[in-house]
């Protein structure tokens, strides 16, 4: 996946943009730390969602999705979610590059560094059918199902990865050793079916952990 020289990611970085490219969900991940907080990186799955190519997605924010019809106060959902730094699960009409609307159940979760400093947020986005209205049911009844198969100790550390914590702080929190903690991330990412913390983070706030 390319990126364009000025948005280098770091270590991290690198590590969130192999888990989003590995990805069948449209996602991106922004860096708050730069002007306007725009998106540095952009997997397949977007571009072929949105219709745009990834040289018009990198370096502008993700307002670009909205329009006429784009309510408001679902906008102000997110950008509050941004604010105060805590994970966010918007229903919102959103356009296509050829202008046509679609609904999108977009997430859009911080992620700090081990200093616990805002360092990027990941965005993914799933198309709805432009009628429907109110929760996308059968993927959280899936989202649901799928934590509950999880121990208390495996929910915990999920909820923690869903708030943007890196193996570290968990460990902190939690008095365990990060090899503790990389043993249960390995498990739960297996008990959830999927290889990569962006899915991960989309399941735990579907289940409305
Ligand atoms: C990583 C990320 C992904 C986003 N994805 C979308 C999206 O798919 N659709 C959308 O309408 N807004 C999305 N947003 C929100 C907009 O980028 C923007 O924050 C919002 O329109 C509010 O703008 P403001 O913060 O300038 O008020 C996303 C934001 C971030 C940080």
């Known amino acids: 996946m390319e990126q364009l020289v000025e948005y280098k990611l770091d270590a991290h970085g690198e ?35 949105t219709g745009y190519p990834r040289d018009e997605i990198i370096g502008r924010n993700c307002k670009f999705l909205a329009g006429p019809g784009t309510e408001p106060w679902l906008t102000e959902r997110i950008s509050a979610g941004v604010r105060e730094r805590r994970p966010v699960l918007v229903e919102i009409m959103n356009y296509k590059r050829d202008r046509s609307p679609f609904r999108n159940a977009v ?6 560094d081990t200093d616990g400093e805002l360092e990027y947020f990941l965005g993914s986005q799933v198309e709805l059918p ?51 903690v990389d043993m249960h991330r390995t498990l739960l990412f297996q008990k959830l079916d999927t290889h990569n913390v962006a899915d991960a983070i989309r399941i735990a706030v579907e289940a409305g952990l």
């Not at 969900?25 to 397949?44: F, G, H, K, M, T």
């Not at 997430?107 to 700090?112: K, Q």
């Open 130 to 180: 432009v009628q429907s209205s109110g929760p996308s049911s059968a993927r959280q009844a899936r989202a649901t199902a799928l934590v509950k198969s999880l121990s208390a100790r495996q929910r915990e550390i999920l909820e923690l990865i869903a708030r943007g914590q890196r193996n570290k702080q968990i460990a902190w929190q939690l008095g365990l050793s990060e090899k503790t």
């Open 15 to 49: 590590n969130l943009l192999e888990s989003i490219r590995r990805s069948p969900i449209a996602s991106v991940i922004s860096n708050p730390r730069l002007a306007d907080n725009p998106i540095i990186a952009a997997n397949e799955a977007f571009c072929a969602l």
């Open 107 to 112: 997430l859009v979760a911080p992620v700090f």
